[in-house]
């Protein structure tokens, strides 16, 4: 996977006339800061690893959507439960072939948090962590997570595989937190 070709075809299946970035940058996972590192170099749900790094659950909001044939893409936000506090922004393409109709049902209520709905169903996943990236917040992103245009943060590219097929890819970005 090229992290370049991947986050542009993420990023346009919403097209914005404010870009969400100003730069994003491939990084190594070893040259992360932490607490940045533990977020996002992993193989795990980013849900279940906000929810313990911020000691709360997570609320989703979906900001825009839309399903082509069987494949279904949304742009996201995780909050802390109860609040307006974004923890997380994210956009997701998940090709519904892979789960059930009570799992696709669930993901297109848009009610709970992706990681969670897998986790709830006992969907057998593994998640193949592609890049980590240094993104520089452009209008777009700014104006979502509630932060400065400029500032820096950094997120990640994954696959995530159910029942050992390519089922999910994603673009996970946190919240600012240094």
């Given at each position: 996977?090229?992290?370049?070709?991947?986050?542009?075809?993420?990023?346009k299946l919403f097209p914005n006339e404010q870009r969400l970035f100003e730069r994003a940058?491939?990084?190594?996972?070893?040259?992360?800061?932490?607490?940045?590192?533990?977020?996002?170099?992993?193989?795990?749900?980013?849900?279940?690893?906000?929810?313990?790094?911020?000691?709360?659950?997570?609320?989703?909001?979906?900001?825009?959507?839309?399903?082509?044939?069987?494949?279904?893409?949304?742009?996201?936000?995780?909050?802390?439960?109860?609040?307006?506090?974004?923890?997380?922004?994210?956009?997701?393409?998940?090709?519904?072939?892979?789960v059930t109709q009570a799992v696709k049902d669930e993901i297109l209520a848009g009610e709970i948090p992706l990681g969670r709905v897998l986790i709830n169903h006992?969907?057998?996943?593994?998640?193949?962590?592609?890049?980590?990236?240094?993104?520089?917040?452009?209008?777009?992103?700014?104006?979502?997570?509630?932060?400065?245009?400029?500032?820096?943060?950094?997120?990640?590219?994954?696959?995530?595989?159910?029942?050992?097929?390519?089922?999910?890819?994603?673009?996970?970005?946190?919240?600012?937190?240094?």
């Amino acid at each position: 996977m090229n992290p370049q070709d991947e986050l542009d075809a993420l990023v346009k299946l919403f097209p914005n006339e404010q870009r969400l970035f100003e730069r994003a940058e491939h990084v190594s996972s070893a040259s992360l800061p932490e607490p940045y590192k533990s977020l996002l170099a992993h193989y795990h749900h980013m849900t279940v690893t906000m929810e313990e790094y911020h000691e709360t659950s997570v609320d989703v909001t979906v900001l825009d959507q839309r399903l082509d044939e069987n494949i279904y893409s949304r742009q996201i936000l995780l909050s802390k439960s109860g609040t307006d506090d974004v923890v997380q922004f994210g956009i997701v393409r998940f090709n519904f072939d892979y789960v059930t109709q009570a799992v696709k049902d669930e993901i297109l209520a848009g009610e709970i948090p992706l990681g969670r709905v897998l986790i709830n169903h006992n969907v057998l996943r593994h998640v193949d962590l592609g890049a980590v990236l240094r993104i520089t917040a452009g209008p777009g992103l700014s104006k979502v997570m509630k932060i400065e245009p400029g500032q820096i943060t950094y997120g990640r590219l994954a696959t995530i595989f159910c029942n050992q097929q390519p089922a999910i890819d994603l673009l996970e970005v946190s919240s600012p937190l240094l």
